[in-house]
């Protein structure tokens, strides 16, 4: 058995096999270093993409013709693709920058007549509210009340 990274420059279906555990959907590799190998996968897409470094583990080869597996490598067990925690995060974010602006953006408009509001203002108090929101623990309130006494945005 010989182990190998390399990287993926083209994947191509070839069709289905019947396994022991059900069926299996072949695939075949082909890598930068040119070489080509068939690895069987239990969806029917393959789990890479044309450009992704994987381990290549050759089980056998006749007539030029190679087969084996091919597996995320153990250094990347974790995939840089974003998963659903980080999805998660990145809507969480979202969330709370829609929240922030939506909030600033009423506090100008009431404050004021709307064709007098600064979209400025709004932002730098959007800002604000989202590190407030952040960190409820270490803001001091005195510290917010002597703020919004000197500081017209708040």
Avoid: C
């Amino acid at each position: 058995m010989e182990n190998q990274t390399k990287k993926v420059a083209s994947i191509q279906g070839a069709g289905t096999y019947e396994g022991q555990h059900g069926i299996l959907y072949s695939f075949d590799y082909s890598f930068d270093d040119e070489t080509t190998l068939r690895a069987n996968h239990k969806s029917q897409q393959s789990p890479f993409s044309v450009g992704d470094e994987v381990d290549v583990i050759i089980r056998g080869s006749r007539d030029g013709f190679s087969w084996g597996q091919v597996k995320r490598p153990e250094n990347l067990a974790y995939s840089s693709k974003p998963t659903s925690v980080d999805k998660f995060q990145d809507r969480q974010e979202i969330i709370l920058n829609e929240w922030a602006i939506g909030r600033a953006l009423e506090w100008e408009m009431n404050k004021s007549h709307p064709h007098e509001a600064s979209i400025k203002e709004a932002i730098a108090l959007a800002k604000q509210l989202k590190k407030y929101a952040l960190d409820l623990d270490n803001i001091s309130f005195e510290k917010t009340l002597e703020e919004s006494n000197t500081n017209s945005t708040f």
